[in-house]
């Protein structure tokens, strides 16, 4: 697992950087009511999403909660006085404190597997009744683009998606919650290229690879071997799912 402490300084540039936040902060506002006046982005980063959030709509208070202390610190930069550091899983905020929350590329990260239904457990307490939640469900399955990586990559060992969208449904449901759309945006300037994912293996961006390993260094061997080494393969597009805080007791919002 990456250190996100580390990985802050460069998190924007090798993530797409301004084009990839504004494609998601434009899809999480498409599923959020226009009436929303509250929201709460749980695993900011730097800021550069919930930041967007916020200019993208009018009269719109935007909070952002990151555990890593150095994302919190870039963070707070974009987002002055409305940045808290924060494990989603025990978040500091009292029940439907926000009218919608959202969590951005973060559970594909969480484990174990009850970690995850514990932030959807945790996310689903901050609304209010009739709220919105929006998360990012199969980040990892986004990345398969079809490419010659792809196909490079497709042997090594899996581990179970713990953002599954079947999965981030049941535990949303489980917690009074009902699906409420989904919507997909494209990774900009995150398309691979044989080099930077070799230097990803290299960092421990794959979970199943570990940095120096053996198996690991054979499938940098391998990617080495592909044509274009500079040339970015097709951006991933990520998938959106939305779910609402029912109302009242008939469940109408």
Request: with cysteine.
């Given at each position: 697992?990456?250190?996100?402490?580390?990985?802050?300084?460069?998190?924007?540039?090798?993530?797409?950087?301004?084009?990839?936040?504004?494609?998601?902060?434009?899809?999480?506002?498409?599923?959020?009511?226009?009436?929303?006046?509250?929201?709460?982005?749980?695993?900011?980063?730097?800021?550069?999403?919930?930041?967007?959030?916020?200019?993208?709509?009018?009269?719109?208070?935007?909070?952002?909660?990151?555990?890593?202390?150095?994302?919190?610190?870039?963070?707070?930069?974009?987002?002055?006085?409305?940045?808290?550091?924060?494990?989603?899983?025990?978040?500091?905020?009292?029940?439907?404190?926000?009218?919608?929350?959202?969590?951005?590329?973060?559970?594909?990260?969480?484990?174990?597997?009850?970690?995850?239904?514990?932030?959807?457990?945790?996310?689903?307490?901050?609304?209010?009744?009739?709220?919105?939640?929006?998360?990012?469900?199969?980040?990892?399955?986004?990345?398969?683009?079809?490419?010659?990586?792809?196909?490079?990559?497709?042997?090594?060992?899996?581990?179970?998606?713990?953002d599954e969208a079947a999965l981030v449904e049941s535990y949303a449901v489980a917690c009074g919650l009902v699906p409420?759309?989904?919507?997909?945006?494209?990774?900009?300037?995150?398309?691979?290229?044989?080099?930077?994912?070799?230097?990803?293996?290299?960092?421990?961006?794959?979970?199943?690879?570990?940095?120096?390993?053996?198996?690991?260094?054979?499938?940098?061997?391998?990617?080495?071997?592909?044509?274009?080494?500079?040339?970015?393969?097709?951006?991933?597009?990520?998938?959106?799912?939305?779910?609402?805080?029912?109302?009242?007791?008939?469940?109408?919002?």
């Amino acid at each position: 697992m990456l250190d996100y402490d580390k990985e802050a300084e460069r998190y924007d540039a090798s993530r797409g950087g301004e084009p990839r936040a504004a494609a998601a902060a434009e899809a999480v506002l498409g599923l959020v009511p226009g009436g929303v006046r509250s929201l709460l982005d749980v695993a900011c980063g730097t800021g550069i999403v919930p930041r967007r959030l916020a200019a993208g709509r009018d009269g719109l208070r935007v909070t952002g909660v990151d555990l890593a202390s150095a994302m919190v610190r870039q963070a707070a930069v974009r987002l002055p006085g409305a940045v808290v550091r924060a494990d989603g899983r025990r978040l500091p905020f009292r029940d439907g404190e926000f009218d919608a929350v959202s969590s951005v590329w973060l559970l594909h990260l969480v484990e174990p597997a009850a970690d995850v239904r514990g932030i959807v457990a945790e996310c689903a307490r901050m609304l209010r009744p009739g709220g919105v939640y929006v998360t990012t469900v199969d980040k990892a399955a986004a990345h398969n683009v079809g490419s010659d990586i792809d196909a490079v990559l497709a042997s090594r060992p899996r581990s179970a998606a713990r953002d599954e969208a079947a999965l981030v449904e049941s535990y949303a449901v489980a917690c009074g919650l009902v699906p409420a759309g989904q919507a997909r945006f494209p990774g900009r300037g995150q398309g691979r290229s044989p080099r930077r994912t070799i230097a990803d293996l290299r960092r421990g961006w794959f979970v199943t690879l570990p940095p120096g390993e053996p198996l690991a260094e054979r499938f940098a061997e391998r990617l080495a071997r592909l044509p274009d080494q500079d040339r970015p393969r097709p951006d991933p597009w990520f998938t959106l799912r939305a779910f609402r805080k029912p109302a009242g007791p008939s469940g109408d919002a």
